[in-house]
T-cell receptor
Framework: KAGVTQTPRYLIKTRGQQVTLSCSPI?????VSWYQQTPGQGLQFLFE???????NKGNFPGRFSGRQFSNSRSEMNVSTLELGDSALYLC?????????????FGPGTRLTVT | AQRVTQPEKLLSVFKGAPVELKCNYS??????LFWYVQYSRQRLQLLLR??SRESIKGFTADLNKGETSFHLKKPFAQEEDSAMYYC???????????FGGGTRLMVKP
């Protein structure tokens, strides 16, 4: 079974631009979560989608948004990029919405904002 | 608010020595706790969860609600255990995980 895939793997953007990152979960998984990883703040939860509905949201500004499609693929968007948005963005998928089912992480998208 | 603390950023031990990676948490409800591991150039992956009470790769972790801790232990460290270890807590509404800052374990030959 193919693992979680994320595209693109690397991205360089300029301050003020916007960016869209994509996550394809493992086939059959309905829950997708997004995390931001930085050296200073570590791994921080952004949001979770389950069956196309946002179920949880972390403490990030409204510039960060996401969505999930009917095939469970998910995208996250960051508008008006700031230097501090430079990070590794991870997504994780799970077959269901509770902890009985393991979350599988993707390789991440490395975003650099200049 | 929930919080996970891993007090050691780096833990260095010799092969064959016992290992204990510390994790403390604060959470008002009944916690679900996990240990995740990231080996060099690999993805973050689940190592073990407290509800299953299992031993994976020789590692065990016991939830101590009195001390609000979930320390990861292994009696004899191996070089292949060198990795980044993250303790995480799940809230009761979905798959939101709160991670600790991580501990880098280095096992020297």
């Amino acid at each position: 079974k193919a693992g979680v895939t994320q595209t693109p793997r690397y991205l360089i953007k300029t301050r003020g631009q916007q960016v869209t990152l994509s996550c394809s979960p493992i086939s059959g998984h309905r829950s997708v979560s997004w995390y931001q990883q930085t050296p200073g703040q570590g791994l921080q939860f952004l949001f979770e989608y389950f069956s196309e509905t946002q179920r949880n949201k972390g403490n990030f500004p409204g510039r960060f948004s996401g969505r999930q499609f009917s095939n469970s693929r998910s995208e996250m968007n960051v508008s008006t990029l700031e230097l501090g948005d430079s990070a590794l963005y991870l997504c994780a998928s799970s077959s269901r919405g509770d902890s009985s089912y393991e979350q599988y992480f993707g390789p991440g998208t490395r975003l650099t904002v200049t | 608010a929930q919080r996970v603390t891993q007090p050691e950023k780096l833990l260095s031990v010799f092969k064959g020595a016992p290992v204990e990676l510390k994790c403390n948490y604060s959470y008002s409800g009944s916690p679900e706790l996990f240990w995740y591991v990231q080996y060099s150039r690999q993805r973050l992956q689940l190592l073990l969860r407290h509800i299953s009470r299992e031993s994976i790769k020789g590692f065990t972790a016991d939830l101590n609600k009195g001390e609000t801790s979930f320390h990861l232990k292994k009696p004899f460290a191996q070089e292949e255990d060198s990795a980044m270890y993250y303790c995480a807590l799940r809230n009761n509404a979905g798959n939101m995980l709160t991670f600790g800052g991580g501990t880098r374990l280095m096992v020297k030959p």
